[in-house]
């Protein structure tokens, strides 16, 4: 089920809103969380019922291991527990996810013919694998113990956070749902909710939709590109990325406030960062908190030398590459963010500094060039659009402007329908400009909830947004890290 659906939007949010308060205001409080966690796998199982008892050993198996972990005294034990607990969660989630990839390499290198499994991919078993080796992580340090699996059923199922994230911890989330006072309709939390749903259901349908058709077109329909038409393709992913996942973010803690919980922020305006360190504390802010606290400090973090410091960087992010997708364009993704990782240390080690709109220029075109492999189906997708990207032998102008700019003629320039490829126009051009112009000078939406005063003028405001969000849910439409 799509939050951007008229599903979610009119029945399933509304009727799960009620009955939940209305559950606890008859202080039927276990069978509200109950409901609620039934709700959460009502919403999963939409998609496809029958990955519903994966999603359910997934959790008794966690469960049963966390509690374990929070019991166990002896060290030797609880460290044999662990590593048995993230390993079946990584061969769960590697079987799914990577077992065709796999297969396909082993048939590359030994000129095999072993048949591809041509597994679906469950919905979100990126997500609820890393939520779940991180409670069993905490649970092993003792910074948190459930014993109550109900409680641990909600953690993990929630539905907001569920498909996409945000990843939390079970610390950061489950007190909130212990607390008295979230059992009650708190209807400031209704108010900034629904304003924060609206702008990330603005955001995913208006924005990110827009976008989609010309990255599209661009990546996987056109056999060639012009100049301009390359990096309208690579911009226009970019922005489809980021206002997709923003947007879906968005509408996650919107629909969390609603039920008086609050879901850590996951972007913090990721364009306006001025290196790649600043990047990766802006973009998908749960996820680089799970590398860094799970993955990088564990191989040693800075703690080792320089060199090993260089080595783990680069091992953290080409995990996180693959995480994304089970594809040697993920891999390379990810090494490219390590590299430039290992690259910004030096240069602050060496003591050099860089004019600040300098940084921000060679940052945001990095990332660009860098989403080119992340959106590539295959390699030589990504060889089009990056060779065409920096490339003069194929430039098309306006036609508008030939007449001023004839001489351009003679270096084998042309003019004519100049984003015809993409199946773009002059609109192409406003939407990307537009759109960076609001990236770079607008506070992003969880300012604007900060700073948000709740009175006619805002009420306005969110009601235009989701008025438009809703005219344009007839679109085709789909949540970029559903495949994830």
Do not use: C
Not at 14 to 35: A, D, H, V
Not at 427 to 453: A, D, G, P, R
């Amino acid at each position: 089920m799509l939050f951007n659906s008229y599903e979610f939007i009119f029945l399933f949010l509304p009727l799960t809103w009620f009955i939940y308060f209305y559950l606890n205001s008859k202080r039927l409080t276990e069978l509200s969380k109950g409901f609620l966690v039934f709700a959460s796998l009502f919403f999963y199982s939409w998609w496809n019922i029958a990955y519903l008892p994966l999603i359910l050993i997934s959790m008794l198996f966690n469960y049963t291991i966390g509690t374990s972990l929070a019991k166990n005294s002896k060290s030797i034990y609880k460290k044999n527990i662990l590593i048995f607990g993230i390993v079946v969660n990584l061969l769960l989630l590697g079987y799914f996810k990577y077992a065709d990839f796999f297969i396909e390499n082993i048939n590359l290198i030994n000129n095999n013919t072993i048949g591809l499994l041509h597994l679906m991919l469950p919905l979100a078993i990126s997500f609820f694998t890393f939520q779940q080796i991180s409670y069993l992580v905490d649970s092993y340090r003792h910074e948190t113990k459930e014993y109550d699996y109900l409680n641990y059923a909600l953690f993990v199922t929630f539905f907001p956070q569920l498909i996409a994230g945000p990843i939390v911890h079970h610390k950061e989330m489950m007190p909130q749902f212990a607390q008295i006072r979230n059992k009650v309709k708190n209807y400031n939390n209704i108010a900034m909710g629904l304003f924060i749903f609206s702008m990330g259901l603005f955001k995913k349908v208006v924005i990110a939709d827009t976008f989609a058709v010309w990255a599209t077109n661009g990546f996987d329909v056109a056999e060639k590109l012009n100049l301009l038409e390359a990096w309208a393709t690579s911009l226009s992913y970019t922005f489809q990325l980021y206002f997709d996942f923003s947007g879906y973010t968005d509408m996650a803690i919107g629909a969390a406030l609603l039920f008086n919980i609050k879901l850590p922020i996951n972007f913090n305006s990721p364009y306006k960062a001025t290196n790649i360190q600043d990047f990766w504390r802006r973009w998908h802010m749960t996820l680089s908190r799970f590398l860094k606290d799970y993955i990088y400090i564990p191989l040693g973090g800075n703690r080792k030398g320089n060199y090993r410091t260089y080595i783990n960087l680069l091992a953290t992010f080409i995990f996180g590459g693959l995480w994304h997708g089970a594809g040697w364009t993920f891999v390379f993704w990810g090494f490219l963010h390590g590299l430039a990782l290992v690259i910004h240390k030096i240069w602050n080690q060496l003591g050099f500094k860089m004019n600040i709109l300098l940084a921000w220029f060679i940052t945001f075109n990095f990332i660009n060039i860098s989403w080119v492999f992340f959106r590539a189906k295959e390699w030589d997708d990504a060889i089009k659009v990056l060779s065409s990207m920096f490339s003069f032998d194929y430039i098309v102008l306006p036609a508008g402007l030939a007449s001023k700019l004839s001489f351009f003629k003679e270096y084998n320039i042309e003019f004519g329908y100049w984003l015809d490829n993409i199946q773009g126009s002059i609109w192409t051009t406003i939407w990307l400009i537009t759109v960076f112009v609001i990236i770079i000078y607008s506070k992003n939406s969880i300012e604007q909830l900060h700073s948000l005063k709740i009175n006619y003028r805002s009420a306005l405001f969110m009601a235009l947004l989701f008025s438009i969000g809703i005219l344009s849910l007839s679109k085709v439409s789909e949540f970029l890290y559903f495949n994830f």
